[in-house]
């Protein structure tokens, strides 16, 4: 498994920015997809964004496109979750997850796709 930890989130106004990190560490980064997932109160986790192992391909819900931009750095064994123009109905748990599969073309879709998690990293906006 790949172990995950994120960080970066916290408090901002709306209309404001913030960076999110996730620092891998175990197998090789690398080979790996990625995800970020959030989960709101009251709701079900959602992927939000994800990124191809060689960072090609990216896909991004509709609720976070043009805003949020995913990025990778293979060699710092991180990946990026970029927020801007925040609004109060993003504020959530964050979370990294690795795609449970190495060197696979896809970007993973679903939660069972994904088979290591960080501990989250909760954003709040505020009004």
């Known amino acids: 498994q790949v172990q995950l930890a994120e960080s970066g989130g916290g408090l901002v106004q709306a209309g404001g920015s913030l960076r999110l990190s996730c620092a891998a560490s175990?197998?090789?980064?690398?080979?790996?997809?990625m995800g970020w997932f959030r989960q709101a109160p009251g709701k079900e986790r959602e992927l939000i964004a994800g990124?191809?192992?060689?960072?090609?391909?990216?896909y991004y819900a509709d609720s976070v496109k043009g805003r949020f931009t995913i990025s990778r750095d293979n060699a710092k064994n991180t990946v990026y979750l970029q927020m801007n123009s925040l609004k109060p109905e993003d504020t959530a748990v964050y979370y990294c997850?690795?795609?449970?599969?190495?060197?696979?073309?896809?970007?993973?879709?679903?939660?069972?796709?994904?088979?290591?998690w960080g501990q989250g990293t909760q954003v709040t906006v505020s009004s």
């Open positions: 997850a690795a795609d449970l599969l190495p060197m696979t073309s896809r970007v993973g879709k679903h939660e069972s796709d994904f088979g290591s």
């Open positions: 990124i191809a192992y060689s960072g090609g391909n990216t």
């Open positions: 175990g197998r090789t980064f690398s080979n790996y997809a």
